[in-house]
């Protein structure tokens, strides 16, 4: 894995969670610590393979993300100093922005809005979902 | 007027890859003093030096600037080449192209004026070298192995069979290390203590070995060929020549404390030996546990002792000693898992390290060679062996790969499956690493004949329920979580450097890595060389390795050893400093900072107004004077230089550096 | 003082001496150079046994000379391959930086560091670092000799 992917999600991913995936030698400590494996259809460890591989599409199907509970287990046990509880919230956030293709411009809002809105709030909400 | 060549080196095209070697040698050519400039392919190839050789005879050059890579590399190279050529070896100068210039730097435009910069400050350096001449160096024919250990006594002998005199010196009051700890050794099965113990028997009784049991040392001072060591012989409170081995004081003892050698999970008494097959097989009284030194009574080892061998008065010795090498082969220690609170290490007496379990395969360990539970002493149906516990684990462990774990748990497993056919094994790995002759057959062996199940995934928790510990863990290949309810677990602790090395190579001399391991002088052309000339190191305190590689680098290590040995004299340091005498004042300033006693006060005298002057200056012996220039700072009148480092060399260099501003 | 040494030219870049002891700091330079790390080429090195060889005159030189920095690298301290070498480098540098700083020169022009041979890396940073900031407070007009002659 190079510093940069192909794959937009993850690019994102390692942006707001200043996590790097490539670093991980998939031993597989994160699963075997986390309290909520049960529920969840891909295990930790194989979050950070698939985002190793740019699995994309897979990911964002999977419910794993959405069932960890962020209890930061896996980040304390990980031996490669890898915060997945941190990736798992990246991953969250970008499919948030993205759902439902979550498009939004200065033509979503009415001029009254745009005057009483505060200028930070509409850039950065330009920013998130125009991505 | 100076007759510089300088020679520039494409490396390949390691150098010329980000220099450009044609504006390089143009450019030298307008230096001052240089009168020929030349470039090749391999400078250090043999038509490389000829090309340096050739060039010295037809142009009746004087000095030598080669432009190649670090001088710690090739300098000793060009030295021989220019004195083959008629040159004295010190009129050679390095420009460091490589290493310091077109490794580091990824374009031309960056890399070529800095080369051209590096390559006029050495010409300018150049133009100022002196012949010099090194002293010669008597060595000491005797060598000193720290660390009895298999590295240490491995060393001992292969020096000793060459007809030196060896003293080793080992911190437990008997040789043997951790080898002598081990059950059987992979993958062969030998019994540990059944190839070592004729070893250790054998340095013991060697005429060229002096074993210095329950020593340390405490200060090395002097250089190569003359290292002047202090050791200090700890008090055995026993007279070694009066015992006779024969245990009773052991027997009688009343006062018990944790056995080292059995890392703590088994007793010993106050006056022992730390196993049955000790050498030398004499006692040693703990006085930190011994009743009559903590509270003056009992002294029953004393009265039982059929020779009267027990002296209480004994005191510790200094012993003083003139070394020509030292071969360091302090050995490592395995790391406290308690530190990873999910494995609950410390906490229950069923949880142990590799090498605490291995102890009870042992017919004089904790166990008397029963493998059991040490909470209720029934046999184990199912142990789970934990994997890189501590290793590869740049977060709260080691980040290097301890390289021995995967092979001794295969071992284990397979023991434990030869004296308990009902038991069941589990490996929780992450990669099972057998790189060695007949390694990956041995771990295959264990996995498919031995039913030992390996699971390749990690644990997350360890928790005691009923009389068991249960194993939460997962197997990443199936993507399963697994629980296993097992009797025993084992935890492969990382092999690291033991926690005093730093300490100790401060003493000696040599430095470590950022693991506190020993550094060697270059991780593949110098395994056993340290920076400091005449020491070596040997085992597993340069990295964890397994017994095969620690007894071959303890040979090699003998083998540069011997080699010094068998020189009559050393050549020494030829950048040595110089006192002006007639401008020397005579304070002596230099004398205080001189690491190595090597500047003296002497009485000189001089003609003034018609008479004679008597004075007090000072002077340096160029055989003591290693040329660290510490001398050339303090010394208040200037008259103090250091040849091959002279200020005026260093000067030059600056000026020609900033020639570029 | 003439014009041109008051003027910053645009593509100024600055250029940094550093002394490294043999054993320690310049083998770490080397072993950066077998990692293949990079740096910036403003640095130059020149080697010297032992920090304890550092005459405060070569550092004064260096800047008369104008260099816009210097560094002194050596072994950490208690490493010393000669023993007590940097500890007597340690003492009469920092004592030497604050002369520096009394004589209105800016001491962050003068760096000493400990970097030993098994840290390519932090050579690797430590020049790095030194650059940038030499960078940010611009060429050394105090010191410099302005009838030494410059070349390109």
């Known amino acids: 894995m190079t510093a940069s992917s192909k794959s937009r999600l993850i690019d994102e991913m390692r942006m707001q969670s200043g996590q790097d995936p490539s670093c991980c030698f998939q031993c597989a400590k994160c699963s075997a610590a986390c309290p909520v494996t049960a529920a969840m259809d891909l295990l930790p460890h194989q979050v950070i393979r698939y985002l190793q591989l740019g699995l994309e599409e897979d990911l964002a199907k999977s419910k794993t993300p959405w069932i960890c509970a962020s209890c930061f287990t896996c980040a304390a046990r990980c031996p490669r100093d890898l915060d997945l509880a941190r990736m798992m919230e990246g991953i969250r956030l970008v499919m948030l922005r993205r759902r439902d293709g979550n498009k939004f411009g200065p033509a979503d809002l009415t001029p009254e809005q745009l005057k009483k809105l505060p200028q930070q709030a509409l850039v950065s909400g330009f920013r998130k979902y125009n991505k | 007027m100076p007759r510089t060549g300088v020679f520039i080196c494409h490396c390949g095209t390691n150098i010329a890859g980000t220099v450009d070697i044609e504006k390089t040698v143009k450019a030298s050519r307008s230096f001052p003093g240089v009168v020929h400039a030349d470039d090749y392919r391999y400078l250090c190839s043999e038509m490389g030096q000829d090309i340096i050789k050739n060039a010295i005879k037809d142009n009746n050059l004087d000095r030598v600037v080669v432009g190649t890579c670090s001088p710690r590399m090739h300098e000793q190279t060009f030295r021989k080449a220019a004195s083959e050529a008629g040159l004295n070896p010190y009129m050679v100068e390095v420009a460091n192209i490589r290493e310091h210039c077109s490794w580091v730097h990824r374009n031309m435009d960056e890399a070529t004026p800095k080369a051209v910069a590096l390559v006029r400050a050495a010409a300018a350096k150049a133009a100022l070298n002196d012949p010099l001449e090194a002293p010669a160096i008597e060595v000491e024919k005797r060598a000193l192995v720290i660390g009895g250990g298999i590295a240490g006594i491995q060393t001992a002998l292969d020096i000793a069979e060459a007809g030196y005199v060896v003293d080793l010196v080992e911190r437990e009051p008997s040789i043997g290390g951790r080898m002598a700890q081990l059950e059987k050794t992979f993958p062969t099965l030998d019994c540990s203590a059944c190839i070592l113990t004729p070893k250790m028997v054998e340095a013991a009784q060697h005429p060229n070995i002096n074993l210095i049991t329950y020593s340390e040392v405490e200060e090395v001072k002097g250089f190569v060929g003359q290292f002047d060591v202090k050791i200090r012989q700890k008090a055995r409170s026993i007279d070694p020549v009066k015992c006779t081995g024969c245990g009773i004081c052991y027997e009688k003892c009343p006062a018990k404390a944790p056995s080292e050698f059995e890392m703590g999970r088994a007793k010993r008494k106050a006056i022992y030996v730390p196993f049955p097959q000790a050498v030398p097989n004499i006692p040693v009284i703990d006085r930190e546990n011994c009743l009559y030194f903590k509270k003056g009574r009992c002294q029953i080892c004393a009265k039982e002792c059929p020779p009267q061998a027990v002296d209480y008065e004994q005191q510790d010795e200094i012993l003083e000693r003139r070394y020509g090498v030292i071969v360091v082969a302090t050995g490592f220690d395995q790391l406290d898992p308690s530190i990873y609170g999910e494995y609950g290490y410390g906490q229950h007496p069923d949880i142990l390290t590799g090498l605490e379990f291995e102890r009870l395969f042992n017919a004089s360990g904790p166990t008397a060679g029963k493998v059991v539970r040490l909470s209720d002493g029934k046999p184990p149906k199912k142990v789970v062996f934990i994997q890189c516990v501590g290793s590869r684990d740049k977060a709260r462990g080691m980040n290097y790969c301890s390289k021995i774990c995967c092979m001794y748990t295969a071992k284990q497993a397979l023991l434990l499956k030869e004296k308990l056919p009902d038991a069941k094994s589990y490996v929780f790995y992450i990669d099972v690493r057998t790189a060695g002759k007949g390694y990956e057959e041995f771990q295959r062996r264990a996995a498919e004949e031995y039913d030992v199940a390996y699971l390749r995934g990690q644990v997350g928790k360890i928790f005691p329920e009923n009389d068991y510990l249960v194993v939460r863990g997962v197997d990443s290949l199936s993507g399963k979580t697994i629980e296993i309810n097992a009797d025993m677990v084992v935890l492969a602790a990382a092999a690291i450097a033991r926690s005093d090395a730093t300490e100790l190579g401060r003493i000696v001399g040599i430095n470590s890595d950022s693991y506190k391991f020993f550094n060697e002088a270059h991780p593949k052309l110098k395994p056993v060389e340290t920076h400091t000339a005449g020491i070596f190191i040997a085992g597993a305190c340069q990295a964890p390795k397994d017994i095969p590689d620690t007894v071959a680098q303890a040979g090699a290590a003998a083998v540069k050893a011997i080699g010094l040995l068998s020189k009559e004299l050393l050549k020494g340091e030829a950048c040595t400093a110089e006192v002006n005498q007639a401008e020397c004042s005579g304070c002596l300033y230099c004398e205080a900072v001189c690491p190595y006693n090597a500047i003296n006060p002497v009485e000189i005298e001089e003609r003034y107004h018609g008479g004679t002057l008597q004075r007090t200056v000072a002077e340096v012996n160029p055989s003591l004077c290693q040329g660290c220039g510490s001398c050339t700072v303090i010394c208040r009148s200037g008259s103090i230089n250091l040849r091959g480092f002279t200020n005026e060399q260093i000067l030059a260099e600056v000026d020609a550096i900033c020639l570029q501003r | ?152």
């Open chain 3, 1 to 152: 003082m003439s014009t041109a040494l008051n003027e910053t030219k645009a593509n100024w870049e600055p250029l940094i001496v550093a002394f490294c002891c043999t054993w320690c700091s310049y083998a770490g330079g080397d072993l950066a150079g077998t990692s293949r790390m990079s740096y910036p080429s403003n640095v130059k090195v020149i080697r010297v046994p032992c920090s304890g060889r550092m005459n405060p005159m070569f550092v004064l030189r260096a800047f008369q000379r104008g260099a816009d920095g210097v560094l002194v690298a050596g072994c950490h301290p208690g490493d010393c391959h000669y023993t007590t070498g940097n500890y007597h480098g340690r003492r009469r540098l920092s004592a030497f930086k604050k002369l520096v700083e009394f004589a209105g020169f800016e001491p962050e022009r003068f760096e000493v560091r400990w970097i030993s041979s098994s840290e390519g890396d932090k050579f690797a940073e430590e020049m790095e670092t030194i650059t940038e900031k030499i960078k940010a407070l611009g060429p050394n007009r105090k010191m410099r000799d302005a009838r030494w002659q410059s070349v390109t």
